[in-house]
């Protein structure tokens, strides 16, 4: 097959494949009528209703507000742990059972006592519960990203004599960016289970809550279109930080296509 | 200006003791081009590196314009072989040249007149705005050497800078090397394994012996300048002192055994 024709069938597959899924479930729920699976058509005359964009204001856009405080302040913080960490064997020696310890702790085990310690069931726990649990992916990524950078750079800054916080803006962050960004990725998808599982507790507002109230009082059609929102909010969101990716890190793939191997 | 006394470097400790470098002495003069040249693993590197403060020496000292060399001193430049590990494959050739100027107290038009000017001694200027992973290899290379000559160093260390390049870019950049020296008036410390390319470059010579090393015998070379690829290289002098140089590495050449060691030696320590 061409390279031109390989691109086609991947675009139509790409489009292909989720439209003959819901072609599927639309057919079969018109003529199973199950309550518990409405039809795909009624899902989405209520997403509009709900989301475009009468409840938007009320319950999305908290949710979004959560995931980007709780993302950048993860982003902030894992980067400025991590390149310490990163940069020191002996710190990392010591910080690094800290991590795992509670890298390893399942976010719902912290829900009650997020309350407790930070005082507080309204934004600021959500977005302390979003960040803490954010933080990992970025700070993981920042430490692997700056161990793997090659001495020679760094050996060549300082044979020039450029002061150490020089060193770390003009070589250490850019050459464990790519890492970083990676780590950045994976943080963003977890902030927004995270978002959902801080809006089941104590929460009025938020998709989460809107998630939860319509299943604790079985209006199911309402609970899938909250299904919905939130599959396309962390598509959406996805797409954005790559397309943001893909401008930042150009360098990063005209250098990996001029390796020799 | 540069003056290396009694310098040693010993990696490790107790049986794990490795001596890299011996007992060198050497005395660089203003404006001067010495090649130090020795048997492979000899510690040719190590004793770059302790020269250009990034090691610190077990014994003895290195001394620049009469100043204890304790880190790496501020008129000193170092180019390193891997080119291509030198340089931030992030940003422009443009900003990899600027890169150690940009802490200095400059100016930012003396800044940038640096760089410009340190680039087109390299023939690169058409290239200032491109990634240096879009330049060949020994582009790349004249990067590095546009770096070090935009630092104004007033000496400048050299470590296998053309290992990894052909024989034709390496012909080229020698006499890149020889142009660059008269216009910056740099003095350089030029590390080779290359026995033609020292005769070539050098004002003089120093014979390293093989590890734990030591410098062997200094020779003067009295090729005229300036000195050119197929001219000088038909010199009699110049096949004299070429066969002169490799006889004296080849009577270094360590015995079967002591091959294993270096090789132990050598992963051991890789930056040596």
Excluded at chain 1, 181 to 209: C, D, H, P, W
Aim: net charge positive; proline share 6%.
């Amino acid at each position: 097959m061409s390279a031109r024709a390989w691109r086609v069938a991947k675009v139509v597959a790409e489009i292909a494949v989720p439209a003959g899924i819901l072609i599927a479930w639309q057919l079969w729920t018109a003529s199973a009528h199950q309550a518990r699976f409405p039809r795909l058509s009624t899902i989405l005359v209520q997403f509009r209703k709900m989301w475009l964009f009468s409840q938007f204001n009320e319950h999305v856009v908290p949710s979004l507000e959560r995931i980007g405080a709780g993302f950048g302040i993860a982003v902030v913080v894992g980067i400025a742990l991590g390149v310490p960490l990163g940069l020191s064997p002996r710190a990392r020696r010591a910080a690094m059972p800290h991590i795992e310890y509670w890298r390893a702790m399942p976010p719902p085990a912290l829900l009650p006592i997020s309350i407790i310690l930070v005082h507080s069931i309204a934004n600021r726990q959500k977005i302390a519960f979003i960040a803490f649990f954010c933080i990992f992916p970025v700070l993981l990524n920042t430490i692997d990203g700056i161990r793997g950078i090659d001495p020679t750079l760094v050996e060549t800054a300082r044979s020039y004599g450029v002061p150490w916080h020089e060193r770390i803006r003009r070589i250490v962050l850019p050459a464990a960016f790519p890492q970083i960004v990676a780590g950045m990725r994976n943080s963003l998808a977890l902030a927004v289970i995270m978002m959902v599982l801080s809006e089941y507790f104590s929460s009025t507002s938020g998709v989460g809550y809107v998630l939860l109230i319509s299943k604790n009082t079985f209006q199911l059609v309402p609970m899938w279109a909250a299904i919905v929102l939130i599959g396309v909010l962390g598509y959406v969101l996805n797409l954005l930080f790559l397309l943001v990716e893909r401008r930042v890190l150009a360098w990063h793939r005209g250098w990996r296509a001029a390796l020799p191997d | 200006m540069l003056e290396i006394t009694h310098l040693g470097k010993t990696y490790g400790s107790g049986d794990r003791e490795t001596r890299a470098v011996g007992d060198v002495n050497l005395t660089v003069t203003e404006g001067e081009l010495v090649c130090v040249v020795g048997p492979s693993g000899c510690g040719k590197t190590t004793l770059l590196k302790c020269v250009g403060g990034l090691l610190r020496p077990t014994t003895g000292e290195v001394t620049l314009h009469g100043r204890r060399v304790s880190g790496p001193p501020e008129e000193m430049a170092l180019v390193f072989q891997d080119y291509s590990r030198s340089l931030m494959p992030w940003t422009s050739v443009r900003n990899n040249v600027l890169l150690p100027l940009r802490h200095k107290k400059l100016p930012r038009a003396d800044r940038s007149r640096l760089v410009e000017e340190a680039v087109d001694a390299v023939g690169l200027t058409r290239f200032i705005d491109h990634y240096p992973w879009q330049l060949s290899g020994g582009m790349q290379q004249r990067v590095a050497i546009a770096r070090a000559l935009a630092y104004q160093p007033s000496i400048l260390l050299m470590d296998e800078p053309f290992a990894s390049v052909d024989a034709q870019t390496r012909g080229d950049l020698e006499d890149l090397v020889l142009s660059v020296r008269g216009q910056y008036g740099v003095t350089i410390l030029f590390v080779t394994h290359d026995i033609d390319e020292s005769v070539y470059l050098a004002d003089r010579i120093a014979v390293l012996t093989h590890a734990p090393t030591e410098v062997k015998e200094l020779i003067a070379v009295d090729l005229p300048s300036p000195r050119d690829q197929i001219a000088t290289k038909e010199l009699a002098e110049f096949a004299r002192l070429r066969a002169h140089v490799y006889r004296l590495i080849k009577r270094e050449r360590p015995a079967p055994g002591d091959l294993e060691a270096e090789e132990a030696l050598a992963a051991a320590h890789p930056e040596s």
